[in-house]
T-cell receptor, first 111, second 113 residues
């Protein structure tokens, strides 16, 4: 699986959009980009995933660059409850492949 | 209904003891996992099970053994507990179709004294 790099931490004002970047320059053609988050003391929570096209669901939007070497997770209107560690993972679609969690980005949403 | 539930939430025990953590999922998923999150907060996979077959074992000491009585359960048994086993252990499940979404339990905080 391709390695991903994310900033260690970010701040965002409540009500504003939170844009969390992720670099995955060695991603291969069959690897999807997944985002999970972990709110303090809870298990990680799936947010969104995508291959090439931008994706949107009720939680967030995922923007993947055309060359697929980087992506951005967008929380359109961050709330205090979005304060968490956000993990970007590149994983192939073959059955049995691992999800490798890195250190992630610690997002603090400030009032 | 909680999708992935694990018990107990907290487990405090002495070195050398044997303990188990239970996990159940009601999502009808085919694959279940155990992850360990250490004090530095890194999440590392320990095991995954699909249809009662171990498909991943990431250099975990053989003191740790997963037991799956059926598709909905994957319990973690730990023998001869050591101080370094103190961590938060998360159970997870996924459909097992290739393009996966992991669903995690709320974790078991294990403290070995």
């Amino acid at each position: 699986d391709a390695k991903t790099t994310q900033p260690t931490s970010m701040d965002c004002a409540e009500g504003r959009a939170a844009n969390l970047p992720c670099n995955h320059s060695t991603i291969s053609g069959n690897e999807y980009v997944y985002w999970y988050r972990q709110i303090h003391s809870q298990g990680p929570q799936y947010i969104i995933h995508g291959l090439k096209n931008n994706e949107t669901n009720e939680m967030a939007s995922l923007i993947i660059t055309e060359d697929r070497k980087s992506s951005t997770l967008i929380l359109p209107h961050a709330t205090l409850r979005d304060t968490a560690v956000y993990y970007c993972i590149a994983r192939g679609d073959n059955y049995g492949q691992n999800f490798v969690f890195g250190p992630g980005t610690r997002l603090s949403v400030l009032p | 209904d909680t999708a992935v539930s694990q018990t107990p939430k907290y487990l405090v025990t002495q070195m050398g003891n044997d303990k188990s953590i239970k996990c159940e999922q009601n999502l009808g998923h085919d694959t279940m996992y155990w992850y360990k999150q250490d004090s530095k907060k890194f999440l590392k996979i320990m095991f995954s099970y699909n249809n009662k077959e171990l498909i991943i074992n990431e250099t975990v000491p053989n003191r740790f053994s997963p037991k799956s009585p059926d598709k909905a359960h994957l319990n973690l048994h730990i023998n001869s507990l050591e101080l370094g086993d103190s961590a938060v252990y998360f159970c997870a499940s996924s459909p097992g179709t290739g393009i996966e979404k992991l669903f995690f339990g709320s974790g078991t905080q294990l403290s070995v004294l």
